[in-house]
Nanobody, 119 residues
Framework: QVQLVESGGGLVQAGGSLRLSCVVSGRTFSSAWFRQAPGKEREFVAA????????VYADSVKGRFTISRDNARNTVYLQMNSLKPEDTAVYYCAAGPLLATTLSNYRYWGQGTQVTVSS
């Protein structure tokens, strides 16, 4: 059974930084972060393959967010810098077989962590 547990969300002012963590138990997969703002669909943020050698980002976060992983700690990170009010959302960690940007690739999901960016 694969379980994902996120942490690190919170309230931050615009321009600030947060680091999200996701502990993944079970098999090693490609991992991703998605986010969902109130009234909007869940959207892709960033993904990383199982070895950490390949990453992909949404255009909206490129240059500001960095995804990484420490397989010795079974943890995937999302470092978020230069945060904007439009980054406010519930952030979800996900795991799946391929490095992909689509929700359908990801079979396992965490419970989500709230990120709120004030202006």
């Amino acid at each position: 059974q694969v379980q994902l547990v996120e942490s690190g969300g919170g309230l931050v002012q615009a321009g600030g930084s947060l680091r999200l963590s996701c502990v993944v138990s079970g098999r090693t997969f490609s991992s991703a972060w998605f986010r969902q703002a109130p009234g909007k669909e869940r959207e892709f943020v960033a993904a990383i393959n199982w070895s950490g050698g390949n990453t992909v980002y949404a255009d909206s976060v490129k240059g500001r967010f960095t995804i990484s992983r420490d397989n010795a700690r079974n943890t995937v990170y999302l470092q978020m810098n230069s945060l904007k009010p439009e980054d406010t959302a519930v952030y979800y960690c996900a795991a799946g077989p391929l490095l992909a940007t689509t929700l359908s690739n990801y079979r396992y999901w965490g419970q989500g962590t709230q990120v709120t960016v004030s202006s």
